[in-house]
């Protein structure tokens, strides 16, 4: 009769114990930019009739391409809604629990954002790292590599989840000097990659 109790428990109970002690990856603490795992960002794409692949971040590489070929320039295009894949929202608004970051500029940011919409690359990012993609007057944008293998995702859709930090972290008057509107935080994809955006120095 204990024999059958017994049974009957492990039955009913080890599948949820088994399910409990599973290791879940959304539990895994995200990768933030520090002096050992930042690299630099590789750009794919083309510019005019010219393929490029260059490092930097985008103001970089576009004062290389402006360099290389002069007679080219970068066109406004428009950019189509983006579907929102794999995004998890809301997105962190700085100040984010454990990281020193402080917000940026917005008016900075939204010049990043306009490179990496109208210059169409892909990102490549190498694996556990993180790349600054934009840098302009101490205002970043990151893109942070969490899983064990390359990433080359487009820069557009990378650009969507800066402009959604900037849509809904963004603290200031937008009547009153709006210039010192400033944004951050940190947008993560369930594809285990993110965005951040923060002060820093460049």
Same mark, same amino acid.
């Given at each position: ?31 933030? %930019? ?5 690299? %630099? ?7 005019? +009739? &010219? ?17 290389? &070929? ?37 008016? &900075? ?10 210059? &169409? ?67 993560? +994809? ?13």
């Amino acid at each position: 009769m204990h024999r059958l109790s017994l049974t009957i428990f492990l039955a009913l109970f080890l599948p949820f114990t088994l399910v409990l002690s599973a290791p879940s990856e959304v539990s895994l603490p995200a990768l933030g %930019p520090t002096s050992e795992n930042t690299v %630099p960002a590789t750009f794919i794409g083309s510019y005019g +009739d &010219h393929d490029f692949n260059l490092t930097g971040t985008v103001q970089e590489v576009m004062a290389q391409l402006k360099e290389m &070929h002069p007679g080219v320039e970068l066109e406004n295009r428009e950019v189509m809604g983006l579907v929102a894949r794999n995004k998890i929202m809301p997105p962190l608004c700085v100040p984010v629990a454990g990281q020193g970051w402080t917000a940026a500029f917005m008016s &900075h940011i939204d010049a990043g954002i306009f490179y990496l919409n109208n210059l &169409h690359t892909r990102l490549g990012v190498s694996a556990k790292s993180c790349a600054r993609i934009s840098c302009s007057y101490d205002s970043a944008i990151y893109l942070c590599n969490d899983n064990g293998g390359y990433i080359e995702p487009a820069s557009t859709y990378i650009a969507s989840y800066a402009q959604d930090l900037v849509n809904l972290c963004t603290t200031g008057s937008f009547t009153k000097f709006p210039a010192y509107r400033k944004t951050g935080g940190q947008e993560f +994809d369930s594809d285990r990659y993110n965005v951040i955006v923060k002060q820093d120095s460049c």
